[in-house]
T-cell receptor
C-alpha cells in the first residue's frame, strides 16, 4: 500500500473556528510532513515529524499546531486562521535516510482550505 | 540565489516529441534529486529520483544528474497529452527538507 490519505478533502472555516486536518499512512514510514501550497507556487514545508518527534518547524505561526499521535497519523490543528491561510495543505511521508533510503517523499491528495 | 531553479515555462511540445526540463541547484552537499508531476488541482506525484551522476531511465522518462555542474534534467520521450502538467524539481539539502523549484508547466499539443 503506497498511499497517504488526508481528510477532509475540502474545508471552509471562519476566522474564529477551530478545525483539524488529518493524515494517515500505512507504508511504515517514520517521517511525516505538512506542506502548504498556494496557487501556481511550489509546496512550502511547514513541519517535519521524525520518529513521532517534531524535528523541523519552519517558523510557522502558532495558529497552526501539529500533532503526531503515532507513527502512522499526523494532525494539523487550526485556530484563528486568516484569509491568507487559504491554500492546499499537503501531507507527505517518507522513510528517513538512516533507514537506507534517499528520503523519497510521497504526498497525500491534500486538503483544500478556504478561510472566510 | 534561489536554492533550486528550473527553466522558465511554459513549455509547449507536439505530441510524440521530446520534452526537456532543466534544473540547477545551489547546495553542493545535496544528495538526492527528485522530479514530481503535478496535475492542476492535484497533489505532487513522484515520478523519478536520482542520486548518482549519469542517467536513469524509467519508461518514457529519463533523469540526468551532473553533480559537478549542479544540474539535473528530465527528458520525456514520445510526449503524450496526458503528460501535460507542472513538473517540479526537488532537491534534498539535508536529511528531511525538500527544496522545490518553481515548476515548469508542460503542454503537449495533439
Amino acid at each position: 500500500d503506497t498511499e497517504v490519505t488526508q481528510t477532509p478533502k475540502h474545508l471552509v472555516m471562519g476566522m474564529t473556528n477551530k478545525k483539524s486536518l488529518k493524515c494517515e499512512q500505512h507504508m511504515g514510514h517514520r517521517a511525516m510532513y505538512w506542506y502548504k501550497q498556494k496557487a501556481k507556487k511550489p509546496p512550502e514545508l511547514m513541519f517535519v515529524y521524525s520518529y513521532e518527534k517534531l524535528s523541523i518547524n519552519e517558523s510557522v505561526p502558532s495558529r497552526f499546531s501539529p500533532e503526531c499521535p503515532n507513527s502512522s497519523l499526523l494532525n494539523l490543528h487550526l485556530h484563528a486562521l486568516q484569509p491568507e491561510d487559504s491554500a492546499l495543505y499537503l501531507c507527505a511521508s517518507s522513510q528517513p535516510r538512516d533507514r537506507g533510503t534517499y528520503n523519497e517523499q510521497f504526498f497525500g491528495p491534500g486538503t483544500r482550505l478556504t478561510v472566510l | 540565489q534561489k536554492e533550486v531553479e528550473q527553466n522558465s515555462g511554459p513549455l509547449s511540445v507536439p505530441e510524440g516529441a521530446i520534452a526537456s526540463l532543466n534544473c540547477t541547484y545551489s547546495d553542493r552537499g545535496s544528495q538526492s534529486f527528485f522530479w514530481y508531476r503535478q496535475y492542476s488541482g492535484k497533489s505532487p506525484e513522484l515520478i523519478m529520483f536520482i542520486y548518482s551522476n549519469g542517467d536513469k531511465e524509467d519508461g518514457r522518462f529519463t533523469a540526468q544528474l551532473n553533480k559537478a555542474s549542479q544540474y539535473v534534467s528530465l527528458l520525456i520521450r514520445d510526449s503524450q497529452p496526458s503528460d501535460s502538467a507542472t513538473y517540479l524539481c526537488a532537491v534534498t539539502p539535508n536529511d528531511y527538507k525538500l527544496s522545490f523549484g518553481a515548476g515548469t508547466t508542460v503542454t503537449v499539443r495533439a
